[in-house]
């Protein structure tokens, strides 16, 4: 799942293959968001306010506060006290030996460069941050935050070429390996686009977020997490689909496997407070008894199933999967979808207003991402070399991303794509999606409409489908 409440596997960590001091960490796969919901109590907002301007409200209070708690820490930490330095890192140096940011004034997206201690330039980094994007917006409060909604994080680059801006919703690594195929071969700039894939990580801003502000044009997340976009006042919709089966599963050992519903009462599993309602609902209109679960918060590493502390884990096949089975742990994997929840992963979302007024752009931006994961699994071996020396963030494994560049085959070109073309988008699955809300209490019947939360028609032009 995609909102910050629903983090699949915590909130922190790194991502299965990314080495840090003490082990290998996992952490989700998919962007860590935060979904804003919207109180519409009149005591707070009155009774006429729209879910937009609601929402837009409590935006501005979270960067007022924001601002006034960085002005506190400002009057007693310096930039070189040691609570600055552990809450500052670079993002250059993405972990490793640093060289620390100064305190000064930075626009979001914008380019900085830093001297390290031994008074020489330092790589620019890109703030992108939730705390740094937050705290320069700041500023736009006292002019109404009018640009809350610009339609994209730009139309055009210097070179001419149309721009696009993605907020990926992890760190980069290779379950985004088809975009960056795309800009290796020459896919975007072929179709006239300069592409931008932002990173994701457990301090980057939510990916709803980052499309809603414009700071960027596209996203990814997932069915429910476009749903929940929507209910909380976000115009958000999907406009395409790379993973057509979601690898969000409940991982067991293999010596004691959880197959299905039936298998949960009398068991401890591992879940995301998030998903407890989804498994609750599912359990109920199987005539189960969900309250004979014990669900206990999903940690970073799902060593906890392997030391038999929990009898199920949640994560994702393609990510704590490959890392338990690389560790010569036998698991049996029950995948969400196949246990009830619907779903596409690694949708990829844009704002209504960027959909009508850069449908053109975006047409042809998802021309070359077909292509690209197309190249992507006709080469997984190639690719993870790319992500490793090239496009990923640092410290990933070559083997981990090997191993799971080979199981995309397994989630991307099958089910609808397989009949339709890859990253193709069935509205079909967003009603199921609908309903299984309604039902899970999650959402009243009527409140949002499919046609509100999907759009097949720029995946279908990609294809050049009428």
């Not at 009018?146 to 721009?163: E, N, V």
């Not at 609750?280 to 004979?292: C, V």
């Not at 292509?371 to 640092?394: C, D, T």
């Not at 397994?410 to 699955?429: K, R, S, T, Y």
Request: glycine content about 12%; proline content about 6%.
């Amino acid at each position: 799942m995609d909102q910050d409440h629903d983090r699949p596997v915590g909130g922190a960590g790194l991502k299965h293959g990314q080495r840090q001091a003490g082990g290998i960490h996992d952490a989700p796969p998919d962007r860590i968001t935060e979904n804003v919901h919207v109180s519409h109590a009149p005591g707070r907002h009155g009774p006429s306010q729209s879910p937009r301007a609601a929402w837009l409200r409590r935006i501005r209070e979270r960067m007022d506060f924001r601002q006034a708690a960085a002005a506190q820490r400002a009057k007693g930490a310096t930039s070189d006290s040691p609570r600055h330095l552990a809450r500052n890192p670079c993002r250059a140096c993405e972990g490793r030996a640093h060289h620390w940011p100064s305190r000064q004034r930075t626009q979001p997206g914008s380019l900085t460069m830093t001297r390290n201690s031994t008074g020489k330039l330092a790589t620019p980094y890109l703030i992108t941050g939730r705390r740094r994007f937050l705290g320069g917006m700041g500023a736009m409060a006292g002019v109404g935050f009018a640009p809350m909604f610009l339609g994209g994080a730009g139309p055009a680059s210097a070179q001419g070429l149309d721009k696009v801006t993605h907020q990926l919703g992890w760190i980069k690594s290779i379950q985004f390996g088809g975009h960056f195929a795309a800009i290796e071969q020459g896919y975007f700039e072929e179709e006239g686009i300069e592409a931008e894939f932002l990173a994701g990580g457990p301090n980057a801003i939510g990916t709803d977020v980052a499309i809603a502000t414009g700071q960027a044009d596209t996203s990814d997340t997932d069915v429910d997490g476009t749903i929940r976009s929507r209910i909380g006042g976000m115009p958000i919709k999907a406009i395409a689909a790379i993973m057509q089966k979601a690898p969000g599963a409940i991982m067991s050992l293999a010596e004691s496997p959880l197959t299905s519903l039936e298998d949960f009462p009398g068991k401890t599993i591992a879940l995301p407070t998030g998903l407890q309602p989804q498994i609750d609902s599912l359990m109920t209109a199987a005539g189960l008894d969900s309250s004979e679960v014990t669900f206990v918060p999903v940690g970073t590493d799902p060593g906890m199933l392997a030391a038999g502390q929990v009898d199920g884990y949640y994560g994702w096949a393609t990510n704590q999967g490959v890392m338990l089975m690389t560790r010569g742990v036998d698991i049996h994997i029950a995948y969400m979808n196949d246990l009830g929840v619907p779903g596409y992963a690694g949708v990829i979302t844009a704002t209504d207003e960027t959909i009508a007024e850069r449908g053109d752009v975006l047409t042809r931006w998802l021309r070359a991402e077909i292509r690209g994961w197309q190249w992507h699994l006709e080469n997984p071996e190639e690719m993870a070399v790319l992500m490793v020396e090239k496009y990923g963030q640092r410290g990933l494994d070559l083997e981990a991303q090997t191993a799971e560049s080979k199981l995309m085959a397994d989630f991307v070109p099958i089910g609808d794509a397989a009949e339709n073309g890859l990253l193709w988008v069935d509205p079909a699955v967003f009603e199921q999606g609908l309903a299984f809300n309604v039902a899970a209490g999650t959402m009243e019947e009527g409140a949002v409409a499919v046609e509100d939360v999907v759009t097949q028609e720029l995946i279908a032009a990609a294809h050049g489908v009428a």
